[in-house]
Protein backbone atom coordinates (compact mmCIF):
# COMPACT_ATOMS: atom_id res chain seq x y z
CA UNK A 1 0.00 0.00 0.00
CA UNK A 2 1.22 3.38 -1.08
CA UNK A 3 0.59 6.83 0.84
CA UNK A 4 -0.45 8.84 -1.94
CA UNK A 5 1.40 12.07 -0.19
CA UNK A 6 4.85 10.67 -0.55
CA UNK A 7 4.50 7.65 -3.09
CA UNK A 8 8.20 7.36 -3.78
CA UNK A 9 8.73 6.33 -0.15
CA UNK A 10 8.76 2.08 0.06
CA UNK A 11 5.00 1.12 0.00
CA UNK A 12 3.58 -1.26 3.12
CA UNK A 13 4.27 -4.70 1.95
CA UNK A 14 0.96 -6.31 3.07
CA UNK A 15 1.12 -10.19 1.43
CA UNK A 16 3.91 -12.90 1.53
CA UNK A 17 4.76 -11.74 -2.01
CA UNK A 18 2.33 -14.71 -3.45
CA UNK A 19 0.21 -13.29 -6.77
CA UNK A 20 -2.91 -11.19 -6.04
CA UNK A 21 -5.06 -12.10 -8.22
CA UNK A 22 -8.56 -10.12 -6.88
CA UNK A 23 -7.99 -6.87 -4.71
CA UNK A 24 -11.29 -4.75 -2.95
CA UNK A 25 -10.80 -1.48 -0.92
CA UNK A 26 -13.59 0.45 1.09
CA UNK A 27 -14.73 3.86 -0.24
CA UNK A 28 -13.18 5.37 3.00
CA UNK A 29 -9.92 3.26 2.36
CA UNK A 30 -10.04 1.54 5.74
CA UNK A 31 -10.77 -1.62 4.80
CA UNK A 32 -8.80 -3.94 2.35
CA UNK A 33 -9.85 -6.69 0.99
CA UNK A 34 -7.78 -9.74 -1.40
CA UNK A 35 -7.19 -13.24 -2.50
CA UNK A 36 -4.76 -14.81 -4.51
CA UNK A 37 -2.04 -16.46 -1.85
CA UNK A 38 -4.64 -19.55 -1.39
CA UNK A 39 -6.94 -18.81 -4.42
CA UNK A 40 -10.02 -20.05 -2.13
CA UNK A 41 -9.71 -17.20 0.78
CA UNK A 42 -9.90 -14.03 1.70
CA UNK A 43 -7.51 -11.99 3.39
CA UNK A 44 -9.35 -8.85 5.28
CA UNK A 45 -6.91 -5.76 6.40
CA UNK A 46 -7.83 -3.01 8.76
CA UNK A 47 -5.35 0.05 7.17
CA UNK A 48 -6.53 2.17 9.86
CA UNK A 49 -4.82 -0.43 11.99
CA UNK A 50 -2.14 -2.06 9.59
CA UNK A 51 -1.15 -5.90 10.75
CA UNK A 52 -1.78 -9.17 10.38
CA UNK A 53 -4.81 -9.83 8.01
CA UNK A 54 -7.65 -11.94 9.11
CA UNK A 55 -8.36 -15.21 6.90
CA UNK A 56 -12.04 -15.49 5.54
CA UNK A 57 -12.42 -19.00 4.82
CA UNK A 58 -15.76 -20.52 4.01
CA UNK A 59 -15.31 -21.76 0.21
CA UNK A 60 -13.84 -24.54 -1.73
CA UNK A 61 -13.18 -23.51 -5.12
CA UNK A 62 -11.21 -20.34 -5.98
CA UNK A 63 -12.59 -16.94 -5.39
CA UNK A 64 -13.86 -15.20 -8.85
CA UNK A 65 -15.09 -12.23 -7.46
CA UNK A 66 -14.81 -9.47 -4.65
CA UNK A 67 -16.79 -6.52 -3.79
CA UNK A 68 -17.12 -3.83 -0.86
CA UNK A 69 -20.53 -2.56 -0.57
CA UNK A 70 -20.28 1.03 -0.78
CA UNK A 71 -20.01 2.33 2.96
CA UNK A 72 -17.41 -0.63 3.71
CA UNK A 73 -19.37 -2.79 5.88
CA UNK A 74 -20.08 -5.74 3.98
CA UNK A 75 -17.54 -7.53 1.89
CA UNK A 76 -19.06 -10.18 -0.77
CA UNK A 77 -17.04 -12.73 -2.51
CA UNK A 78 -18.26 -15.30 -5.37
CA UNK A 79 -16.88 -18.49 -6.32
CA UNK A 80 -16.24 -21.36 -8.93
CA UNK A 81 -17.94 -23.43 -5.78
CA UNK A 82 -21.24 -21.77 -6.71
CA UNK A 83 -21.53 -20.26 -3.52
CA UNK A 84 -21.08 -16.45 -2.30
CA UNK A 85 -20.30 -15.10 1.34
CA UNK A 86 -20.98 -12.11 2.28
CA UNK A 87 -18.84 -10.94 5.71
CA UNK A 88 -19.44 -7.66 7.94
CA UNK A 89 -16.10 -6.22 7.92
CA UNK A 90 -16.06 -4.75 11.46
CA UNK A 91 -17.25 -8.11 12.89
CA UNK A 92 -16.08 -11.31 10.48
CA UNK A 93 -15.46 -13.69 13.36
CA UNK A 94 -19.35 -13.48 13.63
CA UNK A 95 -19.26 -15.53 10.39
CA UNK A 96 -20.25 -14.82 6.79
CA UNK A 97 -24.16 -15.22 5.26
CA UNK A 98 -23.39 -17.77 2.73
CA UNK A 99 -25.55 -17.50 -0.26
CA UNK A 100 -26.31 -20.91 -1.74
CA UNK A 101 -28.81 -21.97 -3.62
CA UNK A 102 -30.68 -25.56 -3.77
CA UNK A 103 -29.47 -27.75 -6.18
CA UNK A 104 -26.92 -27.76 -8.69
CA UNK A 105 -25.01 -25.35 -8.52
CA UNK A 106 -23.12 -22.87 -11.08
CA UNK A 107 -19.69 -20.55 -10.38
CA UNK A 108 -20.38 -17.39 -9.83
CA UNK A 109 -17.94 -15.02 -11.85
CA UNK A 110 -19.22 -11.86 -11.19
CA UNK A 111 -20.84 -9.93 -7.97
CA UNK A 112 -22.77 -6.74 -7.07
CA UNK A 113 -24.27 -5.32 -4.14
CA UNK A 114 -27.04 -2.76 -3.66
CA UNK A 115 -26.15 0.38 -1.76
CA UNK A 116 -28.38 -0.34 0.56
CA UNK A 117 -27.15 -3.96 1.49
CA UNK A 118 -30.59 -5.56 1.21
CA UNK A 119 -29.78 -7.46 -2.33
CA UNK A 120 -26.67 -9.29 -3.87
CA UNK A 121 -27.04 -10.20 -7.54
CA UNK A 122 -24.51 -12.61 -9.15
CA UNK A 123 -23.67 -13.50 -13.08
CA UNK A 124 -23.25 -17.31 -13.52
CA UNK A 125 -21.25 -19.51 -15.74
CA UNK A 126 -24.88 -21.12 -16.29
CA UNK A 127 -25.82 -17.86 -18.29
CA UNK A 128 -28.61 -17.42 -15.31
CA UNK A 129 -28.85 -14.46 -13.73
CA UNK A 130 -29.77 -14.69 -9.84
CA UNK A 131 -31.20 -12.16 -7.06
CA UNK A 132 -30.45 -12.67 -3.21
CA UNK A 133 -32.20 -10.61 -0.78
CA UNK A 134 -29.43 -11.52 1.99
CA UNK A 135 -32.77 -12.25 5.05
CA UNK A 136 -32.91 -15.61 2.16
CA UNK A 137 -29.68 -16.96 1.16
CA UNK A 138 -31.00 -20.27 0.21
CA UNK A 139 -34.01 -19.01 -1.63
CA UNK A 140 -32.21 -16.49 -4.89
CA UNK A 141 -34.76 -15.56 -7.81
CA UNK A 142 -33.21 -16.63 -11.01
CA UNK A 143 -33.55 -15.37 -14.48
CA UNK A 144 -35.01 -18.20 -17.17
CA UNK A 145 -33.44 -16.41 -20.26
CA UNK A 146 -30.46 -18.63 -20.18
CA UNK A 147 -27.72 -16.70 -22.59
CA UNK A 148 -23.89 -17.98 -22.76
CA UNK A 149 -22.08 -17.72 -19.57
CA UNK A 150 -22.12 -14.10 -18.09
CA UNK A 151 -19.17 -12.76 -16.85
CA UNK A 152 -20.37 -9.24 -15.46
CA UNK A 153 -23.02 -7.61 -13.02
CA UNK A 154 -24.34 -4.09 -11.76
CA UNK A 155 -26.75 -2.79 -9.43
CA UNK A 156 -27.22 1.07 -9.62
CA UNK A 157 -26.57 3.35 -6.84
CA UNK A 158 -30.12 4.50 -6.69
CA UNK A 159 -31.25 0.51 -6.95
CA UNK A 160 -33.42 0.91 -9.06
CA UNK A 161 -31.92 -1.01 -12.01
CA UNK A 162 -30.09 -4.15 -12.39
CA UNK A 163 -28.02 -5.53 -15.23
CA UNK A 164 -25.62 -8.03 -16.29
CA UNK A 165 -23.72 -8.83 -19.09
CA UNK A 166 -22.97 -12.22 -21.38
CA UNK A 167 -20.29 -13.50 -23.45
CA UNK A 168 -23.12 -13.38 -26.37
CA UNK A 169 -22.41 -10.10 -26.56
CA UNK A 170 -25.46 -8.61 -24.98
CA UNK A 171 -26.59 -7.09 -21.68
CA UNK A 172 -29.73 -8.03 -20.12
CA UNK A 173 -31.70 -4.78 -17.92
CA UNK A 174 -34.47 -5.38 -15.31
CA UNK A 175 -36.21 -3.35 -12.87
CA UNK A 176 -35.67 -3.71 -9.34
CA UNK A 177 -38.90 -4.05 -7.33
CA UNK A 178 -39.39 -4.27 -4.06
CA UNK A 179 -40.01 -8.28 -4.69
CA UNK A 180 -36.73 -8.41 -6.99
CA UNK A 181 -36.44 -8.87 -10.75
CA UNK A 182 -38.82 -6.64 -12.70
CA UNK A 183 -41.83 -8.45 -15.20
CA UNK A 184 -39.27 -8.43 -17.86
CA UNK A 185 -35.64 -7.82 -19.22
CA UNK A 186 -35.10 -4.98 -21.38
CA UNK A 187 -31.87 -6.22 -23.94
CA UNK A 188 -28.99 -3.77 -24.82
CA UNK A 189 -27.92 -5.50 -27.94
CA UNK A 190 -23.88 -5.72 -28.13
CA UNK A 191 -23.43 -7.12 -31.65
CA UNK A 192 -21.53 -10.03 -30.40
CA UNK A 193 -18.35 -9.12 -28.61
CA UNK A 194 -18.55 -10.68 -25.55
CA UNK A 195 -19.24 -8.33 -22.41
CA UNK A 196 -16.43 -8.39 -20.09
CA UNK A 197 -16.84 -5.83 -17.15
CA UNK A 198 -20.01 -3.43 -16.55
CA UNK A 199 -19.88 0.30 -14.61
CA UNK A 200 -22.83 2.64 -13.81
CA UNK A 201 -22.53 6.01 -13.39
CA UNK A 202 -23.32 7.43 -9.79
CA UNK A 203 -25.97 9.13 -11.09
CA UNK A 204 -27.42 5.91 -12.23
CA UNK A 205 -28.60 7.24 -15.86
CA UNK A 206 -26.11 5.08 -17.43
CA UNK A 207 -24.14 1.98 -17.93
CA UNK A 208 -21.26 1.38 -19.42
CA UNK A 209 -20.18 -2.05 -21.51
CA UNK A 210 -16.54 -3.08 -21.96
CA UNK A 211 -16.24 -5.82 -24.49
CA UNK A 212 -13.40 -7.87 -25.51
CA UNK A 213 -12.50 -6.67 -28.61
CA UNK A 214 -11.87 -3.07 -27.14
CA UNK A 215 -14.90 -1.20 -27.59
CA UNK A 216 -16.99 0.48 -24.58
CA UNK A 217 -20.57 1.28 -25.40
CA UNK A 218 -22.34 4.03 -23.49
CA UNK A 219 -26.46 3.10 -22.58
CA UNK A 220 -28.86 5.00 -21.04
CA UNK A 221 -30.89 3.43 -18.22
CA UNK A 222 -34.80 3.27 -19.26
CA UNK A 223 -37.11 0.69 -20.16
CA UNK A 224 -36.60 0.18 -23.48
CA UNK A 225 -36.31 -2.84 -25.51
CA UNK A 226 -33.41 -3.16 -28.15
CA UNK A 227 -32.00 0.47 -27.50
CA UNK A 228 -28.90 2.06 -29.41
CA UNK A 229 -26.04 2.89 -27.43
CA UNK A 230 -25.49 6.69 -27.31
CA UNK A 231 -22.31 6.11 -27.70
CA UNK A 232 -19.38 4.18 -28.60
CA UNK A 233 -15.91 4.56 -27.91
CA UNK A 234 -13.38 3.20 -29.83
CA UNK A 235 -9.54 3.21 -29.59
CA UNK A 236 -8.49 0.43 -27.04
CA UNK A 237 -6.89 -2.98 -29.17
CA UNK A 238 -7.46 -5.26 -26.87
CA UNK A 239 -10.33 -6.28 -24.29
CA UNK A 240 -11.65 -3.84 -21.88
CA UNK A 241 -10.34 -5.01 -18.19
CA UNK A 242 -11.53 -2.11 -16.34
CA UNK A 243 -14.49 0.37 -16.10
CA UNK A 244 -14.86 3.52 -13.62
CA UNK A 245 -16.85 6.23 -13.93
CA UNK A 246 -15.72 9.53 -11.92
CA UNK A 247 -17.67 10.81 -8.85
CA UNK A 248 -19.29 13.21 -10.53
CA UNK A 249 -20.51 11.37 -13.45
CA UNK A 250 -18.36 13.40 -15.79
CA UNK A 251 -15.82 11.15 -16.84
CA UNK A 252 -15.64 7.42 -17.79
CA UNK A 253 -12.11 5.52 -17.18
CA UNK A 254 -11.51 2.56 -18.82
CA UNK A 255 -8.33 -0.34 -18.66
CA UNK A 256 -7.53 -2.41 -21.59
CA UNK A 257 -5.08 -5.45 -22.27
CA UNK A 258 -3.23 -3.30 -24.76
CA UNK A 259 -1.60 -1.98 -21.65
CA UNK A 260 -3.00 1.69 -21.54
CA UNK A 261 -6.15 3.22 -19.76
CA UNK A 262 -8.24 6.01 -21.05
CA UNK A 263 -10.30 8.63 -20.10
CA UNK A 264 -13.41 10.03 -22.04
CA UNK A 265 -15.67 12.88 -21.46
CA UNK A 266 -19.53 11.98 -20.72
CA UNK A 267 -20.08 15.83 -20.98
CA UNK A 268 -19.27 16.02 -24.62
CA UNK A 269 -21.68 15.93 -27.66
CA UNK A 270 -19.88 12.76 -28.98
CA UNK A 271 -17.64 11.59 -26.38
CA UNK A 272 -15.75 9.12 -28.48
CA UNK A 273 -13.76 12.16 -30.13
CA UNK A 274 -12.60 12.72 -26.41
CA UNK A 275 -10.24 9.77 -25.76
CA UNK A 276 -7.05 10.81 -23.57
CA UNK A 277 -4.77 8.06 -23.03
CA UNK A 278 -2.61 7.13 -20.44
CA UNK A 279 0.32 5.29 -21.42
CA UNK A 280 3.83 3.36 -19.12
CA UNK A 281 2.32 0.03 -18.26
CA UNK A 282 4.35 -2.23 -20.33
CA UNK A 283 1.63 -5.03 -20.07
CA UNK A 284 -2.03 -5.65 -19.81
CA UNK A 285 -3.63 -3.37 -17.29
CA UNK A 286 -6.12 -4.97 -14.63
CA UNK A 287 -7.79 -2.74 -12.63
CA UNK A 288 -8.29 0.78 -12.30
CA UNK A 289 -9.87 3.58 -10.15
CA UNK A 290 -10.97 7.08 -9.53
CA UNK A 291 -10.25 8.71 -6.33
CA UNK A 292 -13.16 9.47 -4.53
CA UNK A 293 -12.46 13.09 -4.71
CA UNK A 294 -11.93 13.05 -8.45
CA UNK A 295 -8.56 13.89 -8.69
CA UNK A 296 -6.49 10.79 -8.90
CA UNK A 297 -6.67 8.07 -11.06
CA UNK A 298 -4.72 4.79 -10.29
CA UNK A 299 -3.91 1.53 -12.47
CA UNK A 300 -2.42 -2.05 -11.60
CA UNK A 301 -0.81 -4.21 -14.39
CA UNK A 302 0.50 -7.62 -15.15
CA UNK A 303 3.66 -5.72 -15.06
CA UNK A 304 3.83 -5.59 -11.30
CA UNK A 305 3.54 -1.91 -11.20
CA UNK A 306 0.95 0.49 -9.79
CA UNK A 307 0.68 4.15 -11.56
CA UNK A 308 -1.22 7.31 -9.83
CA UNK A 309 -1.91 10.21 -12.02
CA UNK A 310 -3.68 13.66 -11.10
CA UNK A 311 -5.94 14.92 -13.87
CA UNK A 312 -5.87 17.98 -14.96
CA UNK A 313 -9.52 19.61 -15.27
CA UNK A 314 -10.45 19.94 -17.67
CA UNK A 315 -9.43 17.07 -19.40
CA UNK A 316 -6.15 17.96 -22.07
CA UNK A 317 -7.35 17.73 -25.51
CA UNK A 318 -7.14 14.67 -27.49
CA UNK A 319 -3.30 14.97 -29.73
CA UNK A 320 -4.05 16.21 -33.84
CA UNK A 321 -3.39 14.30 -36.20
CA UNK A 322 -1.50 15.81 -38.53
CA UNK A 323 -2.13 13.15 -41.58
CA UNK A 324 -3.19 13.11 -45.10
CA UNK A 325 -6.81 12.40 -45.72
CA UNK A 326 -5.83 8.49 -46.90
CA UNK A 327 -4.04 7.91 -44.27
CA UNK A 328 -6.24 9.19 -41.39
CA UNK A 329 -9.27 7.07 -43.10
CA UNK A 330 -6.74 4.11 -43.21
CA UNK A 331 -6.17 4.30 -39.10
CA UNK A 332 -9.65 5.51 -38.68
CA UNK A 333 -10.70 1.72 -40.68
CA UNK A 334 -7.88 -0.13 -38.94
CA UNK A 335 -9.06 1.59 -35.46
CA UNK A 336 -13.24 0.89 -35.45
CA UNK A 337 -12.56 -2.21 -37.98
CA UNK A 338 -15.55 -1.32 -40.30
CA UNK A 339 -17.70 1.05 -42.34
CA UNK A 340 -19.65 4.29 -40.63
CA UNK A 341 -23.05 3.01 -40.50
CA UNK A 342 -25.45 5.33 -42.12
CA UNK A 343 -26.58 6.93 -39.30
CA UNK A 344 -22.80 8.08 -38.58
CA UNK A 345 -21.86 9.24 -41.79
CA UNK A 346 -25.41 11.97 -41.45
CA UNK A 347 -23.89 13.16 -38.34
CA UNK A 348 -20.44 14.11 -39.30
CA UNK A 349 -20.56 14.06 -42.92
CA UNK A 350 -24.43 15.47 -43.50
CA UNK A 351 -25.35 16.14 -47.05
CA UNK A 352 -22.99 14.12 -48.92
CA UNK A 353 -23.76 11.06 -50.65
CA UNK A 354 -22.90 7.84 -48.31
CA UNK A 355 -20.48 5.46 -49.72
CA UNK A 356 -18.56 2.67 -47.92
CA UNK A 357 -15.14 4.23 -46.52
CA UNK A 358 -12.96 0.87 -45.92
CA UNK A 359 -11.81 -2.00 -48.10
Same mark, same amino acid.
Given at each position: ??????????????????????????????????????????????????????????????????????????????????????????????????????????????????????????????????????????????????????????? #? =????? +???? /?? !? %?? *?? &? $??? @????????????????????????????????????????????????????????????????????? #? =????? +???? /?? !? %?? *?? &? $??? @?????????????????????????????????????????????????????????????????????????????????????????? @???
Amino acid at each position: VWGLSAPDAAPTRLTSGAPVTLVALSPDARWLAASGEDPATLQLWDLSAPGAPRALSGHTDRINALVMSADGSLVASGSADGTVLVWRTADPSAGPVVLAPRGARSAVNAVALSADGTWVLTAGQDGISRLWRMSEPTSPQFTQDRRGPLSSAAI #S =PDGRW +LVTG /SV !D %GD *AH &L $WEL @TSSGFGSQPYVLRGRGNPITTLAIDPSSRQVASGTANGTVRLWELRAEQNPSPVAELRGHTDRITALVF #S =PDSTR +LLSG /SA !D %GT *AS &L $WDR @TAQDPGTTQVVLRGHEQALNAAAISGDGRLVVTGSADGSARVWELAAPLPDPAQLELPAPELIEMACTVAGRNMTREEWERYLPGQEFRP @TCT
